[in-house]
């Protein structure tokens, strides 16, 4: 039985302030894209016109009714016959019903609900990728809402240090080479810093245009739950439940009605038929030789049976066969070719999750050294036995490190994500999106598949997914605290930036 996935709504995996409860969610922005985004509405669509197929081959089935009616007017009569009408009105009904087709109609109808399967798959994958996305833009502006605090501190940092580097260059304590080293540092700083807020914006459209609505606060993701413990136990999973994987089994399932459906071209089919004609000559049905007057319309009436058996059709059912047999090769190919994806998918996501791992608790360690490091240094500088480039070289190598632990942070639930999506586990059921109705793609079908009314149409398609167009541009500006562990507890303002001892 499948397992049961769900994003559990307290704890984290990345951890951090507690945000106010105004904040956005994963869960709420996953919800908002399942309800608005034009992708998934787009696939939704489709599964309803592939539902269409089954009462369209069940049409083949079904009697076919027509009525013919006609008038004309004979301009130019024959010079011999004396009694040919001057108009005619003429109506015509016929009634047709197959009651042998060569299996075409069975096979046909057996072909479409194939598809109908193949495609609820279809959306199942497409649901999923659209949620991996969402999780990626949600943990994109995270991390780079994170990335741009951290580069803003850091031009804080050098610029105080700047100044006092300026300060201690005027009563001659440093040359102007430290300055100028601190210089250069800042401008760096602040060209990562215009760097970070790009990427930040970048990040922010990206997620309006997967979500619909700007980010606000965004809260502390929930923690990953039932991730397997190795790349086999994923793969094992995947290839049991992927849907991409399942659609393309479905549409090799397909493949194999079509060819049954074009070799049925080449069988005998026998329909039963009845027809009517009634024809009215207006008073205009000329008089025999003895003047009697004729009647002024006929009638006639049949119905019977009527056998078809197809002789030669120039090749044209071989040829359908073999193209049905050519798109079953196809078939056979795309499905080897999707459980390769998957197959790469669930072991890639996995590995990456894994050194994901592996990173943040190396990159924490180098965080909390790198900070007993610049601690160390500012103090050696200030007695004189570090020099200002050492100092800045080790607040650019807690930066890094700082920026690395945001990376993998977001890259392990990233990668965690694609291993539930690879499994088959990235599902709106499976993400506790089922406070509100879901879509249920079996609702359509029902409602169609047994339809028999030529003129039970529905209403005219409206836009259901939210446009985007009137959103206000995204910003780079960042009002939630930085992480506290991300926080610098030294007074980057005090003490000596030089390589000289303090001056008393």
């Known amino acids: 039985m499948r397992a049961k996935v769900k994003l559990m709504l307290a704890g984290a995996l990345l951890p951090g302030l507690a945000a106010p409860a105004s904040a956005e969610s994963l869960r709420e922005a ?29 049409a083949n089935a079904l009697p076919n009714v027509q009525l013919q009616s006609t008038y004309s007017e004979n301009v130019v009569l024959p010079i011999t016959a004396f009694t040919a009408p001057s108009r005619i009105s003429q109506t015509q009904a016929s009634l047709t019903y197959p009651l042998y087709s060569g299996g075409s109609v069975k096979n046909g109808i057996a072909a479409a609900k194939v598809r109908v399967e193949g495609g609820r798959a279809t959306l199942r994958g497409t649901e999923a990728d659209l949620f991996t996305a969402v999780v990626a833009a949600y943990m994109d502006v995270v991390r780079d809402s994170a990335l741009v605090q951290l580069n803003q501190q850091n031009v804080r940092v050098l610029d105080v240090n700047l100044q006092a580097s300026r300060d201690r260059f005027q009563v001659g304590d440093l040359t102007r080479t430290d300055v100028a080293q601190s210089e250069a540092r800042l401008a760096l700083a602040e060209s990562q810093l215009r760097t970070a807020e790009s990427r930040l914006i970048a990040s922010r459209e990206n997620y309006v245009r997967l979500v619909g609505t700007p980010p606000g606060e965004l809260d502390t993701p929930p923690p990953l739950l039932n ?25 090799l399932e397909a493949s194999g009605y079509d060819i049954k459906t074009a070799r049925a071209t080449k069988k005998p089919s026998i329909d039963a038929f009845a027809q009517g004609n ?8 000329g008089t025999f030789g003895n003047n009697v007057a004729p009647p002024q319309f006929d009638r006639t ?50 590995a990456s999750y894994r050194a994901s791992l592996e990173v943040i608790r190396s ?16 103090a ?7 020099t200002v480039i050492e100092v800045l070289n080790a607040e650019q190598e807690l930066l890094n490190s700082q920026v690395t632990l945001v990376t993998a942070r977001r890259d392990a639930y990233v990668a965690g994500f694609a291993v539930l999506a690879a499994m088959g586990h990235a599902e709106a059921k499976d993400l506790g999106l089922d406070s509100g109705s879901l879509y249920d793609p079996t609702v359509n079908y029902q409602r169609v598949h047994n339809r028999i009314v030529d003129w039970d149409e529905d209403p005219t398609p409206k836009p259901v997914a939210t446009s985007t167009a009137q959103t206000p541009a995204q910003t780079s500006d960042v009002v939630k605290p930085l992480d506290p562990a991300f926080m610098n507890p030294i007074d980057s303002g005090s003490g000596n930036t030089s390589g000289t001892k303090p001056q008393r």
């Open 227 to 251: 991730l397997p413990s190795d790349p086999d136990a994923a793969v094992r999973v995947a290839l049991a439940e992927n849907p991409i994987l399942l659609a393309a089994r479905k549409a």
């Open 301 to 350: 009436a049949q119905f019977g049976l009527r056998l078809t058996l197809p002789l030669y059709q120039g090749g044209a059912p071989a040829a359908r066969v073999r193209q049905a047999q050519a798109r079953q090769s196809q078939a056979y190919e795309q499905l080897t070719e999707s459980e390769r994806s998957v197959v790469s998918q669930a072991r890639s996501a996995f």
């Open 380 to 386: 050696e500088n200030s007695v004189g036995n570090r």
């Open 278 to 285: 009634y024809t009215n000559y207006l008073g205009t049905l």
């Open 30 to 58: 996953l919800a908002a894209a399942y309800r608005t985004n034009p992708t998934l509405e787009a696939q939704r669509a489709n599964v309803r016109a592939l539902d269409e197929n089954v009462p369209i081959q069940r």
């Open 363 to 378: 990159a924490e360690a180098a965080v909390s050294a790198n900070k007993l490091a610049l601690e160390g240094v500012r």
